[in-house]
C-alpha cells in the first residue's frame, strides 16, 4: 500500500462528514442549503484531485484498516472509477444548488440535505467498490436513501411510486445477495481482483456462469434494462425534480457500471451471456423509445428515455470489443450529465407553468427566448444531433457493431436514435413554438416569474452548468473520447486492476 | 475555408446573442456575408480547374475519425457558389419581405445557420464531417419550416419533414460508417482512389441501401416526397433557399459525390433510374393538380429532383454532364419562381393561379423576370434551360437498350414542366387586371433585383454556355468520372434529332398550356386519394405505431407491482433454469451431505408447517406469527452448527421483526383478498419453481471445494492481529469494518425516513392547513 493510495478515502469519507454535518444542522434549513453548496463544491474538488491523480499515476488502491486484500476490504480507482466519482460530485453539486433554490421548506425540515449526501456518499462509493460485498452495501445505502427521498414529504404521488421502487430494488438486492452467495461458495473471496485471478481456476465454469445470470439480472434491475425496468418510469416522476435529476443521472448508471465491472474483470469467459445481452440491449432500446413516444408527462418522457438508452450501453458490453467500450463509457458520461440536466429543466418548467403535461403547456419560446435556447442544449444533445454529445458515442458503437457485424443491434440503435429525435421534436414543438396557456394560479405555489432574481439565478446556474458540461463534451469530443478509449483498454485487459490491488 | 464554412454559424451564434439589435440597414448588410463567400469561392475556381483544388485540414475528433477537412474541388465549387450566390440574394429579398418581423434576428441566425452547414456538406471532404454537416441542415430546415411556430400547420409540417429527413440522416451515418468499415477510411478521396471494387464487395447492397435511404428522403425521390410541398408552410425565401435551390439537393450531391465508388452495378443504375423516373412522372403530373403557386412550384421542384437522380442513374458521361448543368439550371430559374411567387404573394395578398391575372401592368420588370424564367424552365432558346434540355436527351439518346422509353419519359416530363413553368412565371401577369389586385403595386428593389439578376443569369448562360465551360462543368463533372472529360457547352447543335425532340417539348407543353386550365375542382378531386398517397400511408403507418407503442407500453407498465414481480421472477427463472439445465452437470454428491438427526428432521418439518401457515391463512396475525417460527428454526439451526453468536444475533432481530409488524399490523385495516384463486395458484406456482431452482443451485455449489483462504486467515489473525476473541465480532468490526459503517449510516437514513413518513407528510400538512 503507498500513501497516495490513502487520498482514495478522501472523497467518501468528506461526503460521510458533510452528511453528518448536515444531519447535525437538522433544523437550520438556511445554514443546510449553504453547507451543502459550499460542500458539494469541495466534493467536487477532492473528486478532481483524485481524478487527475490516476489520470497522472494510473490505478490507485487502498485497504481499508490495513487488512490485505483479499483478505480486507479494498477501494480502488481506476480511470473509469475515478471519472464516475468525477461526474457523481458534478451532478451533487449542480443539484445541491437547484435543491437550495427549489425544494419546499418543509422538505428541508424533514432531512432532505443530508438525506441527499448520505445518497451522494452512497454513489462514490459504489463507485470505489473493490469487493463485491462492500459493493453490496453501498447500494444497501443507495437503495434506502433514494427511498427516503422519494417519500419524503408524503404526497400520495410519491407513496405509490416508493412503493414499486422499494419493493422491486429490494427485489434485486436479494437477487444480487444470492448471487454472491454463490460466487462465495465457488471462490472463497469477494475481492473483485482476487476474484477474476480465481475465475480461471474455477472447476464448474458452468455455475460460474449461472451465477454471472444471477449477477446480470440482480443489476439489470439497477440499470432497468427490459424486462427489469418496471420501477423507473413508475417512480421517477413522483419527486421533487432535483431528486429525480440525481436519479436520472447516476442511479441506473451505477447498475451500468457494476455489470461493466463484472463482466470485464470478473465473467469474461461465457459468449453467452454476450450475446444474451446483446438481445437484452435491443429490447430495452426498443421499448424504452416506444414507451417514451406515448407519454405526455415529460418527465415520464424523460424517465423512458432513460431506459431506451440504457440499451446503448449495454449494446457496448455486448459488443465487447475495445471500440464498443469507449463507446458505451462516453455514452454513460455524457447520458449521466444530460439526463440529470433534463430533469431540472423539467422542475424548471414546472415552475413557470404549474404543469407537465405537455397538452397544456406551450409558449415558451416566445416567453423565454434565451432560456428556450439554453434549454434546446440538453434536448438536443440527447438526440445527439451532431456535434452535441450525444451523437459521438453512436459513431463508436455504430462501428463497433458493424464491425461486429451486429446487424440488428445497430437497426435498433438506429430505430431509438430515430425515435428519440422525433419525440424530442414533438415536445420542442408542443412545449416551446405551441401558444402558450397561462397557468392555472395557485396561491403561494412559489411560480419562477414571481422569484426574487436570486433564487431564478439558482435554478438557472445548475441547468447552465450542466449545458456547458454538455457542449463541451460534444465540441472537444476528443478529450473524452481518449479518456473513453483508454477506460476501455484498462477494461478489457484487467492487468493492471489487479495489479493495483494484489501486489 | 474553415473561416467561410463557419462564418454562417458564427454569425447565428451572434445573432443569438444581439438578436435586438438586428434591424433596419443592419439586415441589408448581412447579405454581404453571403456575398464575400461568393466572391470568395469565385477566387478559387482556377485551382480547381487546374486540377489543384484549395484544401484545409483540421483534426477535430481525430480519435473518432472527424476531421474537418474541406476539398474545393469543382463539384464542391458548383453547389458552393449556388449556395452562396442563391444565399445573397435571399438575404437582400429577406431584408424587405421579413420587414418588421418581431423574431427578425432569429429568421436570419437560422439562414446563416443553414448556410454554414450546406457549405460543409458540399465541402467536406470526410464523410463523418459530412453527415454532421447534413444533420445540421435537416435542423436548421426544421427550425425554418416552423417559424411560424403558433400554426398548428407549419408545426407539423416541420416535424413532417424532419422525421423523414432525420429517418434518412440516421441511415446516413449507418451507410458512411459501413463505408468506413469497407474502405478503411474516412476520407471521400481515398475511398474513391483506394482500390477498393465496392460493387464486388458483400456489403455493397446494405452501403447502396443506406445511401439511398439518405440520398433520396433528403432529396425528395418518390415515396419519400411528400415532406417538400409540405415544407412550403415556410417562409418564401426559406422556400427558395432551402426547398429549391440547395438543401435538397444534397441528395443529388451525395449521390454524385459517390457516384465513381459505388455505379458501375445493376443496382445502382436500374433503382436511380427507376426510382428517379417515377419521381419525376409522377411529381410532374401532379403539377396539373395543383392551383397554389408555392404547390405548383413544390411538384415541380420534387420532378426536377426525379429528373437528377434519373441523370445520375444513366450514368454516362454525357449524363452526369447533364446532371451538373441541370443542377445549375434549375437553381437559376426555380429560385426565381420562388422569389417572384414571394412577391405576388406579398403584393396581391394570395397565390391561388386561378384567381392571379394581369399582375404584369403593375409590375413589368417581375413579369420579365418571370416570362424569362419560364421559358427557361421550358427549355426554350435563347436561355440556360435549352442547354441544359439539350443535354438530357442527349444523355437519354444514348443510354443503351432503353433509350427510346427513357428519352420518351424525359420528353414528357419537361412537358409537363414547361406548364408548371409558364403558370407560375407567366399567367399571373398575363391578361386583364382584375379589380381585387387594382390596389397592389410595384415591390421594392430589395424585392424585385433578386429574381431580374437570376433571369438575367439564366438569359447569359444561356447565350454563352462557354462561359462555365472550362472553369465550372468541366472540373464539376471530372470530379464524377474517370479520366479528363471532353465536351463543349453550346447552345446551337445544329438541326439535329434533339432540336426535334426540343421541338415537340416545346409544342406539346405549349398546348397543354393553352387546353388546361387548374382548378379548385381537381385539386378536390385528388385530394381523395389522399390516403393511398405516400403521404396518407405514412401517416396511417406512424398512427399504427402509435397505437401499437400504447398498447405495447402498458401491457408491460400495467401499474401493478405484483406483476411486475412476477415477470421478473420468471425472468430470472427462464433465463438461469435454460442455462442450468443446458449445461451444468447436474448430481448430487451425497458423500457431501452431513447425515440428518432427528431433531434437525423434526425442526425443518417445523419450518415447513409454519410456511404453509403464512401462505394459507387468512389473519394477518397468524401469517407473522408463522413467520416468526421460521425465524425461530433458523435460530436453532445455527445453534445445532455451532454458531452461537449468529443464533444470538438472529434471535434478536426475529423478536424484534415480529414485535414491530404486530404492531403496525394493529393499525392497518382489515385483511382483503384482492387475488383470485387462478392468480394465486399462478403465483404459488411460480414462487415454487423458484425455490426448487435457487434450491439446487445451492445444492450444486456444495459439490465444490470451497477455497478457504479467507476464512482461515480470519481465524488465525483474528485474535493475533486484531486482538479479538470473537471471530465474528472481529470481522464485523474489524476485518471488513467499512461494511458495519455503512449499514450504520443505511440505519440512520431508514430512521430519518421514518421520521418523515411518520404523520409529517405534505398532504397531511395540507389537510391539516384547511
Not at chain 2, 434591424?23 to 448588410?29: D, P, Q
Not at chain 2, 465541402?123 to 417559424?147: H, K, M, R, Y
Not at chain 2, 423434526?602 to 407473522?624: C, G, K, N, P, Y
Request: with cysteine; net charge positive.
Amino acid at each position: 500500500m503507498t500513501t497516495t493510495g490513502q487520498f482514495l478515502f478522501a472523497p467518501l469519507l468528506f461526503q460521510f462528514f458533510l452528511a453528518v454535518l448536515l444531519l447535525f444542522l437538522w433544523r437550520r434549513t438556511d445554514l443546510q442549503r449553504w453547507a451543502s453548496i459550499f460542500g458539494n463544491l469541495t466534493g467536487l474538488g477532492l473528486a478532481s484531485v483524485l481524478f487527475l491523480r490516476v489520470w497522472r499515476g494510473g490505478a490507485l488502491s487502498v485497504q481499508a484498516g490495513g487488512w490485505e486484500a483479499p483478505f480486507g476490504i479494498t477501494l480502488v480507482a481506476d480511470m473509469f472509477s475515478a471519472t464516475l466519482v468525477l461526474l457523481t460530485s458534478a451532478i451533487g453539486l449542480a443539484v445541491a444548488i437547484y435543491s437550495a433554490a427549489s425544494v419546499q421548506e418543509l422538505r428541508l425540515r424533514l432531512g432532505y440535505f443530508p438525506i441527499l449526501q448520505f445518497l451522494l456518499m452512497g454513489l462514490a462509493g459504489a463507485f470505489l467498490a473493490g469487493d463485491i460485498f462492500n459493493l453490496y452495501v453501498w447500494f444497501e445505502i443507495i437503495i434506502i436513501s433514494s427511498f427516503v427521498l422519494i417519500t419524503i414529504g408524503g404526497e400520495r404521488l410519491q407513496l405509490e411510486g416508493a412503493v414499486k421502487y422499494f419493493t422491486i430494488n429490494i427485489l434485486a438486492s436479494v437477487i444480487f445477495l444470492t448471487a454472491i452467495a454463490i460466487l462465495y461458495g465457488l471462490t472463497g473471496t469477494l475481492n473483485l481482483a482476487d476474484l477474476a485471478v480465481k475465475a480461471k481456476d474455477i472447476d464448474n465454469q458452468a455455475l460460474f456462469s449461472v451465477s454471472a445470470l444471477m449477477f446480470f439480472a440482480g443489476f439489470g434491475i439497477k440499470s432497468a434494462v427490459f424486462p427489469l425496468y418496471f420501477w423507473l418510469p413508475a417512480s421517477y416522476h413522483a419527486p421533487p425534480a432535483a431528486v429525480s435529476a440525481v436519479f436520472a443521472g447516476l442511479l441506473t448508471k451505477v447498475g451500468v457500471y457494476a455489470l461493466i465491472r463484472i463482466f470485464s474483470l470478473v465473467f469474461t469467459a461465457d459468449p453467452f451471456i454476450y450475446e444474451f445481452m446483446g438481445w437484452i440491449a435491443i429490447l430495452t432500446l426498443f421499448t424504452g423509445g416506444v414507451g417514451a413516444l406515448v407519454q405526455n408527462n415529460i418527465r415520464r418522457v424523460f424517465s423512458f428515455f432513460i431506459v431506451c438508452h440504457i440499451g446503448f450501453m449495454i449494446a457496448g458490453l455486448a459488443i465487447f470489443s475495445r471500440p464498443a467500450l469507449a463507446g458505451a463509457v462516453f455514452y454513460m458520461a455524457h447520458d449521466i450529465v444530460v439526463k440529470a440536466n433534463l430533469f431540472l429543466l423539467a422542475g424548471l418548467i414546472f415552475k413557470i407553468r404549474h404543469t407537465n403535461s405537455m397538452k397544456k403547456l406551450g409558449g415558451l419560446y416566445a416567453e423565454y427566448p434565451r432560456l428556450s435556447l439554453l434549454l434546446a442544449v440538453p434536448l438536443f444533445s440527447l438526440v445527439g444531433i451532431p456535434p452535441l454529445s450525444g451523437f459521438w458515442p453512436k459513431v463508436s458503437l455504430v462501428l463497433a457493431g458493424l464491425e461486429g457485424r451486429h446487424f440488428l443491434l445497430v437497426g435498433a440503435m438506429l430505430l431509438a436514435s430515430f425515435l428519440t429525435l422525433i419525440i424530442i421534436a414533438r415536445l420542442w414543438a408542443e412545449v416551446f413554438w405551441k401558444n402558450g396557456q397561462a397557468p392555472e394560479i395557485k396561491p403561494n405555489a412559489g411560480y419562477f416569474p414571481d422569484m426574487e432574481p436570486k433564487r431564478r439565478a439558482l435554478l438557472v446556474a445548475p441547468i447552465a452548468m450542466l449545458a456547458l458540461a454538455s457542449l463541451y463534451i460534444g465540441f472537444a469530443a476528443e478529450h473524452l473520447q481518449l479518456l473513453s478509449e483508454r477506460i476501455a483498454s484498462e477494461l478489457s485487459d484487467p492487468a493492471s486492476y489487479i495489479r493495483a490491488v494484489l501486489p | 475555408m474553415l473561416l467561410a464554412v463557419l462564418s454562417g454559424f458564427i454569425f447565428a451564434l451572434g445573432l443569438a446573442a444581439f438578436g435586438r439589435r438586428f434591424k433596419g440597414r443592419a439586415v441589408v448588410l448581412s447579405a454581404l456575408l453571403p456575398f464575400g463567400l461568393f466572391a470568395y469561392f469565385l477566387s478559387l475556381l482556377p485551382g480547381a480547374a487546374a486540377g489543384q483544388p484549395a484544401v484545409y485540414r483540421y483534426a477535430w475528433a481525430p480519435s473518432l475519425g472527424v476531421e474537418l477537412s474541406f476539398h474545393a474541388d469543382g463539384l464542391g465549387l458548383l453547389f458552393a457558389l449556388i449556395i452562396s450566390g442563391i444565399g445573397t440574394l435571399v438575404f437582400l429579398y429577406s431584408a424587405e419581405y421579413m420587414k418588421g418581423h418581431k423574431y427578425l434576428g432569429r429568421f436570419y441566425a437560422y439562414l446563416g445557420a443553414f448556410m454554414g452547414a450546406m457549405l460543409g456538406v458540399v465541402l467536406s471532404d470526410n464523410i463523418l464531417a459530412l453527415f454532421i454537416f447534413w444533420e445540421l441542415t435537416s435542423l436548421s430546415s426544421f427550425f425554418l419550416i416552423g417559424f411560424k411556430n403558433e400554426e398548428a400547420a407549419s408545426r407539423r409540417s416541420a416535424l413532417t419533414a424532419l422525421g423523414v429527413t432525420g429517418a434518412g440522416g440516421l441511415l446516413l451515418l449507418a451507410g458512411a460508417l459501413l463505408l468506413v468499415y469497407v474502405t478503411g477510411t474516412y476520407s471521400i478521396r481515398e475511398m474513391l482512389t483506394s482500390g477498393v471494387a465496392l460493387p464486388e464487395h458483400g456489403l455493397y447492397p446494405a452501403v447502396l441501401c443506406l445511401v439511398f435511404g439518405a440520398a433520396f428522403t433528403k432529396s425528395a425521390q418518390f415515396p419519400f416526397h411528400f415532406w417538400l410541398p409540405e415544407a412550403m408552410k415556410a417562409p418564401t425565401p426559406v422556400s427558395t433557399y432551402l426547398h429549391s435551390a440547395t438543401m435538397v439537393k444534397a441528395g443529388i450531391y451525395l449521390l454524385m459525390r459517390l457516384s465513381p465508388l459505388l455505379s458501375g452495378h445493376q443496382y445502382w443504375h436500374a433503382t436511380l433510374i427507376t426510382l428517379g423516373g417515377v419521381t419525376m412522372l409522377y411529381a410532374a403530373v401532379h403539377i396539373l393538380f395543383r392551383t397554389d403557386l408555392k404547390g405548383i412550384l413544390a411538384y415541380s421542384t420534387v420532378a426536377a429532383l426525379g429528373i437528377l437522380a434519373f441523370l445520375i442513374g444513366i450514368g454516362t458521361e454525357a449524363a452526369l454532364l447533364a446532371a451538373a448543368v441541370f443542377v445549375l439550371v434549375h437553381a437559376l430559374y426555380k429560385a426565381a419562381l420562388f422569389l417572384i411567387a414571394g412577391i405576388i404573394d406579398h403584393e396581391a395578398g394570395t397565390r391561388d393561379v386561378t384567381r392571379l391575372s394581369g399582375l404584369g401592368r403593375i409590375m413589368l420588370p417581375v413579369a420579365a423576370a418571370g416570362f424569362l424564367v419560364a421559358i427557361s424552365s421550358a427549355g426554350a432558346p435563347p436561355t440556360f434551360g435549352f442547354v441544359g434540355k439539350d443535354l438530357i436527351y442527349e444523355a437519354t439518346l444514348h443510354a443503351g437498350p432503353w433509350s427510346t422509353l427513357l428519352t420518351a419519359m424525359a420528353i414528357l416530363a419537361n412537358m409537363l414542366l414547361l406548364y408548371g413553368g409558364f403558370v407560375a412565371g407567366i399567367r399571373p401577369f398575363a391578361g386583364p387586371l382584375p379589380e381585387e389586385f387594382e390596389k397592389a403595386h410595384m415591390p421594392g428593389p430589395l424585392l424585385w433585383v433578386p429574381p431580374v439578376l437570376l433571369a438575367a443569369l439564366s438569359l447569359l448562360f444561356g447565350l454563352a454556355p462557354q462561359l462555365l465551360e472550362g472553369m465550372l462543368a468541366r472540373p464539376a463533372v471530372a470530379a464524377m468520372v474517370a479520366g479528363q472529360p471532353d465536351f463543349h457547352l453550346k447552345l446551337w447543335h445544329g438541326f439535329n434529332l434533339v432540336l426535334q425532340l426540343s421541338g415537340l417539348t416545346l409544342a406539346g407543353g405549349l398546348l397543354l398550356y393553352w387546353l388546361f386550365r387548374p382548378s379548385l375542382r381537381l385539386e378536390r378531386r385528388i385530394g381523395r386519394l389522399e390516403n393511398i398517397s405516400p403521404k396518407g400511408i405514412t401517416e396511417g403507418l406512424a398512427r399504427g405505431f402509435e397505437r401499437f407503442s400504447g398498447w405495447y407500453t402498458h401491457l408491460l407498465q400495467s401499474g401493478y407491482v405484483r406483476r411486475y414481480v412476477f415477470i421478473i421472477i420468471s425472468f430470472l427463472l427462464a433465463l438461469v433454469s435454460y442455462r442450468i439445465f443446458t449445461s451444468v452437470n447436474l448430481y448430487i454428491d451425497y458423500g457431501r451431505i452431513s447425515s440428518m438427526a432427528t431433531y434437525e428432521a423434526v425442526i425443518l418439518l417445523l419450518m415447513l408447517v409454519a410456511t404453509l401457515i403464512a401462505v394459507f391463512t387468512d389473519s394477518r396475525l397468524a401469517a407473522v406469527a408463522a413467520m416468526g417460527v421460521v425465524g425461530y428454526s433458523i435460530c436453532l439451526l445455527f445453534v445445532f452448527y455451532s454458531a452461537p453468536d449468529l443464533a444470538m444475533t438472529q434471535f434478536a432481530i426475529d423478536t424484534l421483526t415480529v414485535i414491530l409488524f404486530v404492531l403496525v399490523l394493529y393499525r392497518l385495516p382489515k385483511y382483503l383478498k384482492i387475488s383470485n384463486t387462478r392468480g394465486r395458484l399462478r403465483d404459488g406456482a411460480l414462487a415454487l419453481a423458484f425455490g426448487m431452482l435457487i434450491t439446487v443451485l445451492a445444492l450444486e455449489v456444495l459439490n465444490e471445494d470451497i477455497n478457504r483462504e479467507v476464512g482461515n486467515y480470519y481465524a488465525e489473525h483474528a485474535y493475533v492481529l486484531a486482538r479479538g476473541k470473537n471471530i465474528v465480532n472481529v470481522i464485523l468490526v474489524d476485518f471488513r469494518g467499512m461494511d458495519t459503517l455503512v449499514e450504520i449510516s443505511v440505519l440512520t437514513v431508514a430512521a430519518v425516513g421514518v421520521f418523515s413518513l411518520l404523520g409529517t407528510g405534505l398532504d397531511i400538512k395540507k389537510r391539516g392547513e384547511k
